[in-house]
C-alpha cells in the first residue's frame, strides 16, 4: 500500500488520467476505450499547496475538447498559485462515438469528478470543503450544470464516491454556454448534449440559469461583447439569476474585445485581464490562502 504523501507525489509527477468510473458506467458511452471518461490530477508543489481544488472542464461543443488552452495551461496556472487542478475528460458526442443526443452522460461525470476530488482529499492533499469547478464555453455550460444540478451523496451506497457531494463550492465559467434556449443557446452545444428537436423539459432542465437557488455556489464569470460563438447574453442570463436567489460573492467581469474561445487571453494583441480579475475574486475568498 501507498503511503498518503507517496500516492500525492506520484501523481503530481504523473499527472496520467484515471477511469473516472468502474465496470459500469451510467449513460451513454462509447465502446472504444479511449472515449472512456477520466480525470487528471496535476497537484501545486507541496511548498505552495493551499488546499484548494479545481475540477477544469474545457471545451468543445460537446463534440470535443480543447485541451491545451483550457486544460493543461488552465491546470498551470492554477498549481502556480498553489490550486490543485484535476482535468476532467467528460464524454462528448464525437469521441464518444455516440450519436447526439449524450445527456446525462456528461452532467454525470462533472458530478462524479467533484465527489471523487472532495472523497479522496486527504489522498491529495485538498480541503474538502474548498473544491470548484471551472469550464469554458460548453465545459462552462457543463460546470454551471454542477453548479445547479448537485446532490448530497447517496448515504447508503456502498462506493464512498457515491456517498460524496457533487455541489462545488464554488464555480467559474468563462465564456459559458448558460442557456439551451432558441436565442441565446450555442446551437452546436445544444445539439450534441440534447438533440435539434429536443423536448421542452429537456430544454427546461439544462437552462441553467432557471435553476440558481441560494444553494448555488459563488460563481465569477467572464465573457467578452465581441463574442459572436457564445453570446454575452449567456452570462447575463445567470449573473441576474444569481442575484435573484442571494447568492452573495458572485462576480461577472465583461471585456469589449477578444473574440470566442481565448483561454487565459495571453496571446491577444492587448492581453486579457481577466486572469488577474479571477486571481483577485479567488483571494478576496480566501481560496488563496494556505490552509
Not at 491529495?124 to 469554458?136: A, E, H, L, N, T
Not at 459563488?218 to 435573484?244: C, G, I, M, R, Y
Request: net charge positive; charged share 25%.
Amino acid at each position: 500500500m501507498f503511503s498518503t504523501l507517496l500516492l500525492a507525489t506520484l501523481v503530481a509527477a504523473d499527472p496520467t488520467p484515471m477511469p473516472l468510473w468502474g465496470d459500469k458506467i451510467p449513460g451513454p458511452t462509447g465502446s472504444d476505450p479511449a472515449n472512456i471518461p477520466t480525470l487528471a490530477a496535476h497537484l501545486a508543489p507541496a511548498d505552495k499547496a493551499t488546499g484548494t481544488a479545481v475540477v477544469v472542464c474545457p471545451g468543445g461543443g460537446y463534440s470535443g475538447r480543447a485541451v491545451d488552452h483550457e486544460g493543461k495551461q488552465i491546470a498551470d496556472w492554477l498549481n502556480a498559485r498553489g490550486v490543485h487542478a484535476f482535468i476532467l475528460k467528460y464524454r462528448t458526442a464525437n469521441e464518444s462515438k455516440v450519436k447526439p443526443p449524450i445527456e446525462p452522460g456528461p452532467m454525470l461525470d462533472v458530478q462524479r469528478a467533484v465527489r471523487t476530488v472532495r472523497a479522496k482529499a486527504k489522498d491529495w492533499g485538498v480541503d474538502p470543503k474548498r473544491v470548484g469547478v471551472w469550464g469554458f464555453s460548453a465545459g462552462g455550460h457543463l460546470a454551471s450544470t454542477a453548479a445547479t444540478h448537485f446532490d448530497a451523496g447517496d448515504a447508503k451506497a456502498a462506493d464512498a464516491i457515491d456517498r460524496t457531494s457533487s455541489r462545488p463550492d464554488f464555480a467559474i465559467l468563462a465564456y459559458p454556454v448558460i442557456s439551451m434556449k432558441e436565442g441565446v443557446t450555442h446551437n452546436g452545444s445544444r445539439n450534441n448534449l440534447i438533440g435539434p428537436k429536443a423536448d421542452a423539459k429537456l430544454v427546461e432542465f439544462y437552462s441553467n440559469e432557471l435553476h440558481v437557488t441560494k444553494d448555488t455556489p459563488p460563481t465569477f464569470l467572464f465573457h467578452t461583447v465581441e463574442d459572436k460563438a457564445v453570446l454575452l447574453e449567456n452570462s447575463k442570463l445567470f449573473e441576474a439569476a444569481l442575484k435573484k436567489a442571494g447568492v452573495e460573492g458572485c462576480k461577472l467581469y465583461v471585456e469589449q474585445t477578444g473574440p470566442h474561445g481565448i483561454g487565459l487571453g495571453q496571446k491577444l494583441k492587448e492581453p486579457s485581464k481577466w486572469p488577474a480579475e479571477l486571481e483577485a475574486w479567488l483571494k478576496e475568498r480566501g481560496l488563496l490562502e494556505r490552509k
